[in-house]
T-cell receptor, first 112, second 115 residues
Framework: GAGVSQSPSNKVTEKGKDVELRCDPI?????LYWYRQSLGQGLEFLIY????????KSGLPSDRFSAERTGGSVSTLTIQRTQQEDSAVYLC??????????FGPGTRLTVL | AQSVTQPDIHITVSEGASLELRCNYS??????LFWYVQSPGQGLQLLLK??????LVQGIKGFEAEFKRSQSSFNLRKPSVHWSDAAEYFC?????????????FGTGTKLQVIP
Protein backbone atom coordinates (compact mmCIF):
# COMPACT_ATOMS: atom_id res chain seq x y z
CA GLY A 1 0.00 0.00 0.00
CA ALA A 2 0.84 3.65 -0.12
CA GLY A 3 1.39 4.06 3.60
CA VAL A 4 1.78 2.28 6.90
CA SER A 5 -1.42 0.52 7.91
CA GLN A 6 -2.48 -0.66 11.33
CA SER A 7 -5.30 -2.88 12.51
CA PRO A 8 -7.60 -2.74 14.25
CA SER A 9 -8.15 1.01 14.40
CA ASN A 10 -9.93 0.63 17.72
CA LYS A 11 -9.82 -2.17 20.26
CA VAL A 12 -11.79 -2.42 23.46
CA THR A 13 -10.90 -5.26 25.77
CA GLU A 14 -11.44 -6.37 29.32
CA LYS A 15 -8.73 -6.24 31.92
CA GLY A 16 -6.74 -9.46 31.92
CA LYS A 17 -7.32 -10.33 28.28
CA ASP A 18 -4.56 -10.58 25.67
CA VAL A 19 -4.57 -8.32 22.61
CA GLU A 20 -2.68 -8.33 19.32
CA LEU A 21 -2.07 -5.20 17.29
CA ARG A 22 -0.92 -5.43 13.70
CA CYS A 23 1.30 -3.18 11.62
CA ASP A 24 1.89 -3.38 7.87
CA PRO A 25 4.89 -1.18 7.04
CA ILE A 26 5.67 0.41 3.72
CA UNK A 27 7.08 -2.17 1.32
CA UNK A 28 10.86 -2.06 1.30
CA UNK A 29 11.24 -0.20 4.58
CA UNK A 30 13.73 -2.14 6.66
CA UNK A 31 13.13 -0.31 9.94
CA LEU A 32 9.93 -0.67 11.95
CA TYR A 33 9.06 1.03 15.24
CA TRP A 34 6.29 0.75 17.79
CA TYR A 35 5.37 3.72 19.97
CA ARG A 36 2.74 4.31 22.61
CA GLN A 37 0.90 7.59 23.08
CA SER A 38 -0.88 7.83 26.39
CA LEU A 39 -3.28 10.64 27.26
CA GLY A 40 -1.29 13.78 27.98
CA GLN A 41 2.00 12.10 27.23
CA GLY A 42 4.43 12.32 24.36
CA LEU A 43 5.33 9.39 22.24
CA GLU A 44 6.92 6.57 24.18
CA PHE A 45 9.31 4.34 22.27
CA LEU A 46 8.53 0.64 22.70
CA ILE A 47 10.51 -1.48 20.27
CA TYR A 48 12.55 -1.21 17.07
CA UNK A 49 13.21 -3.73 14.30
CA UNK A 50 15.95 -3.26 11.73
CA UNK A 51 16.24 -5.86 8.99
CA UNK A 52 17.26 -9.24 10.34
CA UNK A 53 19.01 -7.84 13.41
CA UNK A 54 17.83 -8.60 16.92
CA UNK A 55 15.15 -6.07 17.88
CA UNK A 56 15.79 -3.30 20.36
CA LYS A 57 13.25 -4.05 23.10
CA SER A 58 14.55 -1.49 25.56
CA GLY A 59 11.33 0.53 25.55
CA LEU A 60 8.91 -2.26 26.40
CA PRO A 61 7.37 -1.32 29.77
CA SER A 62 6.96 -4.86 31.11
CA ASP A 63 7.29 -8.52 30.16
CA ARG A 64 3.60 -8.51 29.28
CA PHE A 65 4.57 -6.69 26.09
CA SER A 66 6.18 -8.46 23.15
CA ALA A 67 6.48 -7.93 19.42
CA GLU A 68 7.38 -9.94 16.38
CA ARG A 69 8.21 -9.05 12.83
CA THR A 70 7.72 -11.90 10.43
CA GLY A 71 9.67 -12.04 7.18
CA GLY A 72 10.98 -8.54 7.70
CA SER A 73 7.56 -7.09 6.95
CA VAL A 74 4.40 -7.33 9.06
CA SER A 75 4.74 -6.81 12.79
CA THR A 76 2.48 -7.81 15.66
CA LEU A 77 2.57 -6.18 19.09
CA THR A 78 1.11 -8.45 21.76
CA ILE A 79 0.01 -7.31 25.19
CA GLN A 80 -0.77 -10.09 27.62
CA ARG A 81 -3.03 -9.79 30.65
CA THR A 82 -3.94 -6.21 29.77
CA GLN A 83 -4.21 -3.60 32.49
CA GLN A 84 -6.12 -0.34 32.48
CA GLU A 85 -2.86 1.62 32.29
CA ASP A 86 -2.20 -0.05 28.93
CA SER A 87 -4.98 2.09 27.44
CA ALA A 88 -3.33 4.28 24.82
CA VAL A 89 -2.88 4.82 21.12
CA TYR A 90 -0.27 2.44 19.75
CA LEU A 91 1.55 3.83 16.73
CA CYS A 92 3.67 1.96 14.26
CA UNK A 93 6.18 3.61 11.96
CA UNK A 94 8.55 2.44 9.27
CA UNK A 95 11.53 4.03 7.60
CA UNK A 96 14.35 3.44 5.20
CA UNK A 97 16.98 5.64 6.74
CA UNK A 98 16.32 5.09 10.46
CA UNK A 99 15.59 8.77 10.95
CA UNK A 100 12.62 10.12 9.08
CA UNK A 101 9.85 7.70 9.74
CA UNK A 102 6.34 7.38 8.35
CA PHE A 103 3.64 6.65 10.86
CA GLY A 104 0.49 4.60 10.63
CA PRO A 105 -2.86 5.88 11.88
CA GLY A 106 -2.53 4.02 15.16
CA THR A 107 -4.65 1.59 17.15
CA ARG A 108 -6.63 3.05 20.04
CA LEU A 109 -6.66 0.48 22.82
CA THR A 110 -9.14 0.79 25.66
CA VAL A 111 -8.88 -1.59 28.58
CA LEU A 112 -12.02 -1.68 30.70
CA ALA B 1 20.78 11.76 27.27
CA GLN B 2 18.78 13.61 24.70
CA SER B 3 15.49 15.24 25.61
CA VAL B 4 12.88 17.54 24.12
CA THR B 5 10.72 20.12 25.84
CA GLN B 6 7.61 21.65 24.38
CA PRO B 7 6.62 24.18 27.04
CA ASP B 8 3.19 24.96 25.64
CA ILE B 9 0.64 22.19 26.10
CA HIS B 10 -2.16 24.09 24.39
CA ILE B 11 -2.18 27.17 22.14
CA THR B 12 -5.14 29.02 20.65
CA VAL B 13 -4.73 31.37 17.69
CA SER B 14 -7.14 33.16 15.40
CA GLU B 15 -7.33 32.11 11.79
CA GLY B 16 -4.99 34.26 9.76
CA ALA B 17 -2.75 35.06 12.70
CA SER B 18 0.88 34.05 12.89
CA LEU B 19 1.98 31.01 14.86
CA GLU B 20 5.10 30.02 16.73
CA LEU B 21 5.38 26.71 18.59
CA ARG B 22 8.33 26.37 20.91
CA CYS B 23 10.72 23.47 21.13
CA ASN B 24 13.86 23.21 23.22
CA TYR B 25 16.17 20.26 23.14
CA SER B 26 19.00 18.86 25.13
CA UNK B 27 21.78 17.07 23.32
CA UNK B 28 25.55 17.08 23.52
CA UNK B 29 26.26 17.82 19.87
CA UNK B 30 24.36 19.02 16.83
CA UNK B 31 21.20 16.97 16.74
CA UNK B 32 18.82 15.97 14.04
CA LEU B 33 15.53 17.80 14.63
CA PHE B 34 12.02 17.15 13.41
CA TRP B 35 8.51 18.50 13.62
CA TYR B 36 5.54 16.18 13.18
CA VAL B 37 1.83 16.96 13.03
CA GLN B 38 -0.95 14.69 14.19
CA SER B 39 -4.42 15.61 13.00
CA PRO B 40 -7.44 14.14 14.80
CA GLY B 41 -7.74 10.46 13.97
CA GLN B 42 -4.59 10.52 11.87
CA GLY B 43 -1.10 9.22 12.32
CA LEU B 44 1.88 11.51 12.56
CA GLN B 45 3.06 13.30 9.45
CA LEU B 46 6.52 14.77 9.05
CA LEU B 47 6.35 18.55 8.56
CA LEU B 48 10.05 19.26 8.28
CA LYS B 49 13.47 18.17 9.45
CA UNK B 50 16.88 19.67 10.10
CA UNK B 51 20.03 17.66 9.55
CA UNK B 52 22.67 20.27 8.68
CA UNK B 53 23.28 23.38 6.59
CA UNK B 54 20.84 26.27 6.45
CA UNK B 55 19.36 26.75 9.89
CA LEU B 56 16.02 27.92 8.49
CA VAL B 57 14.14 24.91 7.23
CA GLN B 58 11.07 24.99 5.03
CA GLY B 59 8.46 22.31 5.36
CA ILE B 60 5.12 21.30 3.99
CA LYS B 61 1.85 23.22 4.47
CA GLY B 62 3.68 26.55 4.71
CA PHE B 63 5.54 25.74 7.92
CA GLU B 64 9.13 26.63 8.68
CA ALA B 65 11.44 26.13 11.63
CA GLU B 66 14.69 27.73 12.68
CA PHE B 67 17.51 25.90 14.42
CA LYS B 68 19.19 28.15 16.97
CA ARG B 69 22.16 26.40 18.50
CA SER B 70 22.81 29.13 21.07
CA GLN B 71 19.30 28.74 22.44
CA SER B 72 18.98 24.97 21.90
CA SER B 73 15.73 25.68 20.14
CA PHE B 74 13.91 24.60 17.03
CA ASN B 75 10.71 26.64 16.99
CA LEU B 76 8.03 26.01 14.39
CA ARG B 77 6.46 28.99 12.65
CA LYS B 78 3.73 29.79 10.17
CA PRO B 79 2.91 33.33 9.04
CA SER B 80 -0.84 32.79 8.63
CA VAL B 81 -2.71 29.95 10.27
CA HIS B 82 -5.58 28.16 8.54
CA TRP B 83 -8.41 26.38 10.34
CA SER B 84 -7.11 23.08 8.94
CA ASP B 85 -3.90 23.55 10.93
CA ALA B 86 -5.73 22.63 14.14
CA ALA B 87 -3.87 19.54 15.31
CA GLU B 88 -1.23 18.38 17.74
CA TYR B 89 2.37 19.15 16.94
CA PHE B 90 5.35 17.13 18.12
CA CYS B 91 8.98 18.18 18.13
CA UNK B 92 11.57 15.40 18.06
CA UNK B 93 15.33 15.11 18.38
CA UNK B 94 17.71 12.40 17.26
CA UNK B 95 21.48 11.98 17.50
CA UNK B 96 23.51 12.59 14.37
CA UNK B 97 25.78 9.58 14.70
CA UNK B 98 25.61 6.98 12.00
CA UNK B 99 23.51 3.87 12.14
CA UNK B 100 20.42 3.30 14.20
CA UNK B 101 19.28 6.21 16.29
CA UNK B 102 16.45 6.59 18.73
CA UNK B 103 14.36 9.67 18.16
CA UNK B 104 12.96 11.29 21.28
CA PHE B 105 9.63 13.07 21.00
CA GLY B 106 8.29 15.96 23.02
CA THR B 107 4.95 15.82 24.78
CA GLY B 108 3.22 17.77 22.03
CA THR B 109 1.45 21.11 21.65
CA LYS B 110 -2.22 21.09 20.82
CA LEU B 111 -3.18 23.93 18.46
CA GLN B 112 -6.70 25.30 18.39
CA VAL B 113 -7.67 27.71 15.60
CA ILE B 114 -10.61 30.01 16.16
CA PRO B 115 -12.47 31.86 13.39
Amino acid sequence: GAGVSQSPSNKVTEKGKDVELRCDPISGHTALYWYRQSLGQGLEFLIYFQGNSAPDKSGLPSDRFSAERTGGSVSTLTIQRTQQEDSAVYLCASSQDSLSRLFGPGTRLTVL
Amino acid sequence: AQSVTQPDIHITVSEGASLELRCNYSYGATPYLFWYVQSPGQGLQLLLKYFSGDTLVQGIKGFEAEFKRSQSSFNLRKPSVHWSDAAEYFCAVGPNSGGYQKVTFGTGTKLQVIP
